[in-house]
């Protein structure tokens, strides 16, 4: 059997007082989208960071098709593309310099780069673009240059830290579409993202994170099986939380109640039965409902139900 | 090759820069063309600059003494230091530099208010009994200047006062012998007295290219011997155009290490480190690219002064060994000075503050020789080290090879020093 594509064995990372990553583990197999999913701070980063070989470890090791990132990084960083957060170009030369300089980091050489240059200004549809600087590039063109840059030596291995931060739908739709692709053509992915959505649509695994640990792992059906047959009601509000609170947690089908300002997110067995009560109650301590919103069960849900919290921006 | 790679982009970005071309290229340049304008020797017909002549009309009231004995030079009596300072300054040697003239003090004045001379020097009546302690303790010695020609009389009164220095040294000789004798109980006869001022003041005589007042006079060029004999503008605009080229050496190669910081804070450098190159070829790639800019620099730099200034830049060995000193420890000196500050704001204050300081310490031999301050910058640059740069270069330019070479050496131990440091800071925040 073979190595998988990416295989971590409890990692760990602290920074001065912040312990970031908590003796995390998982493996991904090849031609697998494995999505970190998780709030801000919740140690995504930090987990790629060592995944990468960017940040060493301070217990753990991580390993990208059987080649431990730790003792023999230049091999396991070969077989991997980054993408990283942050769009990480030279603005002041071209789409084409870009690539060129990055292909000759990553060992190609002569033909074999100017064709694989040629082939990814293609692929990210900036093969009109090539002359200019990154400078003048719309923030989607540049997302979409820092993708290709983790391309061009064709990696078996792909992460992509939060690729879709700060565009515009029509470049995101692109990316994830990328994405799509880029496993079709058998290539193993780790992406990480706090947009709930994109997990969904595109992973074929899930690990939630918080606080530096995976609170939960598994595949989109298994970790909604998590929170059940539950659905979510938000409610926006003015007035007293605290009776309101009280009075719906009385409420025959109401699981779990989280109150974030005056926000309400309520996991109820079912939310047509329950609404009507809802709003009753509500009433009888002179609390106005100014919004309602209704959700199937979801990994936002999952997240509510393990944590307390909200999976917000 | 990676490094290559990294050091030709690094240098590519830093010439599409136009900040980074003005400092390595503008602004030498620049200072060294304001001070020859200000010396007036640019746009001439001839390639060799020269140094406009001052007019100096002389008011010599010196009434002299009967202690100083008549000496026979060029049919002329010299019976007072105020008539030997007018010979002097009327010798061959100084024929291209000063026109020299006598007036009284109200037809002097008068010609400077005109803006007929550039300057009048009045010699008081008790100048000659003053310098050999038989007249007043102090007295003035006034030069009374046009104020719009700020170089061509400053220079006159430096040269003058080195000569100066050179009669009062004459008198303090005098004096000792006697301080000495009285302490013996022995007493010198008029005639011996006589007798020793005539050799101190055949002693003031000798050609001031011998002066050892701080300030280099250098005879007039022959033409098509510029190679032996530098101009005095030349020698001028070489030390200018040699500190200049020191000073923003530092710069270029503190700015090359800055590029470390800018590549972290742009997050190309994150990006760097995980490519499969390990991080010390990444480090060497971008030292490289600064050995290579502040190369570039330095060549370019003499090599257009030569041609533009017609600046005579030594011998070919310690000038040789000089830029390769000097490449390495601007770099190294930029590394490490980067490698202890955490990002780009903090080193604009690096910039600014620090590298400045230590520039103008380190040149500042350049605008002290020649001042009453001179003794006080010999060593004192030798803190900065631009400052061992500047004494190599100097050393190279006076042809002591040995001492230029020793300086050098220096430089490339601090090199080792810095860069040791530096690389070993860098790779640690790196890890």
Excluded: C
């Excluded at chain 1, 003048?136 to 063109?141: A, D, P, R, T, V």
């Amino acid at each position: 059997m073979s190595a998988p594509a990416i295989k971590v064995q409890n990692l760990d990372k602290s920074f001065e007082d912040v312990h970031a990553v908590d003796n995390i583990s998982f493996e991904i197999q090849t031609g697998e989208i494995f999505s970190l999913l998780g709030p801000n701070g919740a140690g995504k980063t930090t987990s790629i960071g060592m995944i990468s070989g960017l940040l060493t470890p301070d217990e753990g090791e991580a390993s990208i098709i059987g080649y431990s990132v730790q003792s023999n990084p230049k091999k396991a960083k070969a077989e991997l593309g980054v993408v990283p957060q942050e769009i990480a170009l030279y603005e002041d030369i071209s789409a084409r310099a870009n690539l060129n300089f990055w292909g000759k980091m990553y060992g190609l050489q002569g033909k074999e780069r100017a064709q694989r240059v040629d082939d990814i200004l293609t692929l990210i549809g900036l093969e009109d673009r090539d002359t200019g600087p990154v400078s003048k590039f719309s923030g989607g063109m540049k997302r979409r240059l820092n993708v290709g840059i983790a391309l061009l030596h064709e990696p078996k291995v792909i992460i992509m830290d939060e690729p879709t931060v700060g565009i515009d739908p029509q470049s995101r739709r692109k990316i994830l579409d990328s994405v799509k692709h880029l496993r079709d053509q058998g290539i193993t992915i780790l992406y990480t993202t706090h947009y709930m959505e994109e997990a969904q649509e595109l992973s074929d695994r899930i690990a939630v994170m918080d606080h530096g640990k995976i609170i939960a792992l598994g595949t989109h059906e298994e970790l909604i099986n998590i929170v059940g047959e539950l659905d979510r009601i938000t409610l926006a509000i003015s007035g007293d939380t605290n009776k309101v609170s009280q009075i719906w947690h009385e409420i025959d089908g109401v699981k779990h109640i989280t109150i974030e300002d005056n926000m309400f997110y309520l996991l109820v067995t079912d939310s047509n039965q329950i609404l009507p009560d809802v709003f009753e109650a509500a009433a009888s301590v002179d609390v106005r409902i100014n919004s309602v919103d209704i959700q199937e069960p979801n990994l936002e849900a999952v997240f509510l139900h393990l944590t307390g919290r909200a999976l917000r921006d | 090759m990676k490094l290559i790679a990294i050091a030709l982009k690094d240098i590519g970005r830093s010439f599409r820069s136009l900040f980074a071309l003005v400092f390595m290229f503008g602004v030498p340049v620049l200072t060294t063309l304001i001070f020859a304008f200000l010396f007036g020797g640019v746009g001439g017909e001839s390639d060799e600059f020269e140094l406009p002549k001052t007019s100096v009309v002389i008011v010599n009231q010196d009434k002299g003494s009967n202690y100083l004995p008549v000496i026979e030079n060029q049919n002329r009596d010299l019976n007072s230091f105020g008539n030997m300072l007018v010979n002097i300054l009327q010798e061959d040697t100084f024929m291209n530099l000063i026109d020299v003239g006598t007036a009284d003090e109200e037809d002097a004045r008068e010609m400077v208010d005109a803006q007929e001379v550039g300057l009048a020097i009045i010699v008081p009546p008790e100048f000659t009994e003053t310098l050999i302690g038989v007249g007043p303790k102090t007295l003035d010695l006034i030069f009374y200047k046009d104020p719009e020609m700020a170089l061509g009389p400053q220079v006159v009164q430096a040269l003058v006062m080195g000569i100066v220095d050179r009669f009062s040294a004459s008198s303090i000789s005098m004096e000792t012998i006697n301080t000495v004798l009285a302490e013996e109980a022995l007493t010198l006869s008029d005639q011996e007295v006589y007798a020793l001022y005539s050799k101190l003041s055949e002693a003031v005589q000798i050609s001031p290219e011998e002066s050892e007042t701080g300030m280099t006079i250098i005879a007039p060029q022959e033409p098509g011997n510029s190679e032996e004999s530098p101009s005095m503008l030349s020698t001028i605009l070489r030390e200018i155009m040699g500190g200049m080229m020191i000073f923003y050496a530092f710069f270029t190669g503190t700015s090359a290490a800055q590029s470390i910081l800018i590549e972290q804070e742009q997050g190309t450098l994150a990006r760097l480190f995980i490519t499969p190159t390990n991080t010390q070829t990444i480090l060497n790639g971008k030292f490289t690219s600064g050995f290579i800019l502040v190369i570039v620099q330095v060549v370019t730099l003499m090599v257009f002064s030569r041609l533009v200034f017609g600046i005579n830049w030594g011998s070919i060995l310690p000038l040789f060994f000089f830029v390769i000193a000097l490449v390495a420890l601007a770099n190294s000196f930029g590394i490490f000075l980067m490698s202890l500050v955490r990002g780009t704001k903090q080193a604009g204050i690096v910039f600014g503050a620090g590298l400045t300081f230590f520039g103008m310490l380190g040149i500042s031999g350049v605008f002290t020789g020649g001042t009453p301050i001179e003794s006080a910058f010999k060593y004192l640059p030798l803190l900065a080290p631009q400052g061992w740069a500047m004494k190599s270069l100097e050393s190279a330019f006076s042809n002591n090879q040995g001492q230029s070479l020793l300086f050098s050496g220096g430089m490339i131990l601090l090199t080792a020093i810095f860069l040791l440091i530096g690389n070993k800071r860098f790779k640690k925040r790196f890890k």
